[in-house]
Nanobody, 124 residues
């Protein structure tokens, strides 16, 4: 079972930046696609971005496209989420997740293992 630990969340003003990290417990991390999701209070968990195991293909939700960048370092078992030009509506708990099947997943049910989440709060 893959364990994931997110870090890097915090409080930032609108227009600012944060970089989230997610470290996986397994060296098999390099064989899996990874995703970042977020969940705002009272809302469903939603897809933000995903990356293939090699890192050569990424997908972004329209709401974050052009502002967020996903990347990974397989040697460090780590996936990153660089968030720029943050808006108050980006406020949420951010979760990383592992997809053990092939290809990229765009929904919650496509992923098998989840981290505990890290809070991101953007003030106006």
């Amino acid at each position: 079972q893959v364990q994931l630990v997110e870090s890097g969340g915090g409080l930032v003003q609108a227009g600012g930046s944060l970089k989230l990290s997610c470290v996986a417990s397994e060296r098999t991390f390099r064989y899996y696609a990874m995703g970042w999701f977020r969940q705002a209070p009272g809302k469903e968990r939603e897809f933000a971005t995903a990356i293939t195991r090699s890192g050569d293909t990424t997908r972004y939700a329209d709401s974050v496209k052009g502002r967020f960048t996903i990347s990974r370092d397989n040697a460090k078992n780590t996936v990153y989420l660089q968030m720029n030009s943050l808006k108050p509506e980006d406020t949420a708990v951010y979760y990383c997740a592992v997809r053990t099947a092939g290809g990229l997943g765009l929904t919650v049910r496509d992923y098998d293992y989840w981290g505990q989440g890290t809070q991101v709060t953007v003030s106006s």
